[in-house]
């Protein structure tokens, strides 16, 4: 157990960036989960307008240091490419 005053406000401090961590990659989820269901639905306009919504999550994820940018590039990428194979 922490006994310096440091120590012990460093775990208050991992414990609050913790929580927010997950709150962002829980929202980042559920926006790419809604955009699959519309991909696998097959409608392509609510698909974009899906995507929408997930790109800037994804990206706030990566400049929050949640996500590697990496990651996220590729996740948008096959995101996108599964769109434009919507047929019309």
Known sequence: MAQHK????????????????HARLSRIRTA?????????????????????KVMPELMRGAAK??????????KLSRLSGRIKSIAA
């Open 32 to 52: 790419v989960k809604d955009l699959e269901s519309a991909i696998a639905a097959g409608d392509k306009a609510a698909a974009q307008a899906a995507f929408k």
């Open 6 to 21: 440091s120590a012990k406000k460093r775990i208050r401090r991992n414990a609050t960036a913790a929580a927010v961590n």
């Open 65 to 74: 240091h949640v996500l590697h940018k990496r990651t996220v590039a590729r």
